[in-house]
């Protein structure tokens, strides 16, 4: 067993603190990557503290890594010691059901997150740590070589946002909106733009204008007001929704054109509620998404890699990941924090 330095949660409310655990001894088709960094995902905090239930203790957050191959099984062919990698949300998939044949391991019913879940008879531990053991199946190659603290959001920011816009085929003469600039939405808006589309960010706070320029945005409108939408009504073509907080879907509907999607990548707390009016008339859909599977992640790692796209991060010691929470909470990190694993050691 490999002994292994990390950053773990207790309990639902007390403060992350050191936790030393072993990690199994790579197998013949195993990875062992020294963990160079990890992003802070929003779901790391829902978890450490039990807002979605079914966390279990000790809780060793984290899933967008990146780091190096330390060792490989004897039977790994695609990666050798020194390469840069990365591990996203999940680590292993049952290869059997209808989503793995897909490729849409994501979707497996037997999924196996990269934290706070069970592989056989063990509890995974995530990114906040020194080292991790993965199958090489659920291995990424990164082709970067600078840059690496905002490479690590990639592996959840980038991918969450990057799913849907290849599922609906978004591209060159698509008219996109983005609703939230935080970590998805900010990955969000580079993408689309990237992918050819114009792209307007919806936000309620004026002074992310400049910032949405910045980042690629052609267009932005600010939401707050009750008439600040009406121009906007039936002229987008798809929108990606990125707030967890309780907001107006029938509102956002209202902006797609016949047969256009709304796409909700956040999580609010409560149930959003929405008439079947806004729908019916132009025949508009609602759908979710979810990260996305091994091969569409490592297609998004490589578009990055070749279009220069990074998460805009502020990197922070692990020690600082409580006050990192209650700054994410307020919105105040522009946009992802991503956490310097040489803190652990």
Not at 37 to 44: A, Y
Not at 322 to 345: C, H, N, P
Request: glycine share 10%.
């Amino acid at each position: 067993m490999i002994d292994t330095k990390g950053y773990a949660a207790f309990d639902q409310k007390s403060p992350l603190k050191p936790f030393a655990f072993k990690r199994r001894e790579p197998g013949e088709r195993d990875v062992l990557i020294d963990i160079l960094f990890c992003g802070v995902c929003h779901s790391d905090l829902h978890q450490v503290r039990n807002e979605w239930a079914g966390s279990t203790y000790p809780l060793v957050p984290g899933h967008e890594i990146v780091g190096r191959v330390a060792k490989v099984g004897s039977a790994v062919k695609k990666f050798k010691e020194g390469d840069t990698v990365g591990v996203g949300c999940f680590v292993d998939s049952c290869g059997k059901c209808d989503a793995c044949k897909r490729g849409l391991e994501q979707y497996c019913q037997s999924v196996v997150a990269t934290y706070n879940t069970l592989q056989g008879d063990t509890p995974t531990y995530g990114g906040y740590s020194t080292r991790i053991v993965v199958t090489e199946s659920f291995v990424l190659k990164i082709s970067a070589k600078e840059k690496l603290e905002g490479v690590a959001p990639l592996l959840c920011a980038g991918i969450t946002t990057w799913s849907p816009l290849k599922h609906w085929k978004i591209g060159k003469g698509h008219r996109v909106a983005v609703q939230g600039l935080g970590g998805l939405g900010h990955m969000a808006v580079k993408l689309a733009a990237a992918l050819g589309a114009e792209v307007t960010l919806l936000s309620t706070s004026p002074s992310k204008s400049v910032d949405a320029q910045r980042l690629g945005a052609h267009h932005f409108v600010a939401t707050r007001g009750k008439d600040a939408l009406v121009k906007l009504a039936g002229h987008f073509d798809f929108i990606i929704d990125t707030v967890s907080a309780p907001h107006d879907l029938a509102a956002l509907a209202g902006l797609l054109k016949l047969d256009a999607t709304l796409v909700l990548l956040g999580v609010p707390p409560e149930a959003a509620q929405l008439p079947a009016f806004s729908l019916i008339a132009q025949r508009r859909s609602i759908a979710g998404s979810l990260v996305g599977g091994i091969a569409e992640t490592q297609e998004m790692l490589d578009f990055c890699a070749a279009k220069g796209i990074t998460a805009d991060v502020e990197t922070i010691p692990v020690q600082q990941i409580d006050s990192a929470y209650e700054r994410m909470l307020k919105g105040d990190v522009r946009y992802r924090f991503t956490i310097d694993a040489k803190s652990l050691q």
